[in-house]
């Protein structure tokens, strides 16, 4: 049983900064690509930022220059560094990953957590 737990969310003021966890734990082999998806209430699930296990990145055009994702694959977890928030960044952070489970490859998500941009 593989599951992502995501942390670090919060209300910040807009300007501020935050950094997203997502561990990944249980019995796999290794963990391929890690990716951050947001979601606001009635929009469609946004990709935000992916790396691979090679730690190639990419972002949207909405957070590119402001939004950093990294990964440590000795602690199989992987962050998302948000700085300069806008309010428009308000929203629910789901953590996604491809895990190798025996000779198979898996997609998970984790529970999400929620991010808040307000003065």
């Known amino acids: 049983q593989v599951q992502l737990v995501e942390s670090g969310g919060g209300l910040v003021q807009p300007g501020g900064s935050l950094r997203l966890s997502c561990e990944v734990s249980?019995?796999?082999?290794?963990?391929?690509?890690m990716r951050w998806y947001r979601q606001t209430p009635g929009k469609e699930r946004e990709l935000v930022a992916q790396i691979t296990r090679g730690d190639t990145t990419t972002y949207s055009g909405s957070v590119k220059g402001r939004f950093s994702i990294s990964r440590d694959n000795a602690k199989n977890t992987g962050y998302l560094q948000m700085n300069s928030l806008k309010p428009e960044d308000t929203a629910v952070y789901y953590c996604n990953a491809a895990v190798l489970v025996f000779t198979r490859v898996n997609e998970y998500w984790g529970q999400g957590t929620q991010v808040t941009v307000s003065s």
């Open positions: 249980g019995t796999f082999s290794r963990i391929s690509f």
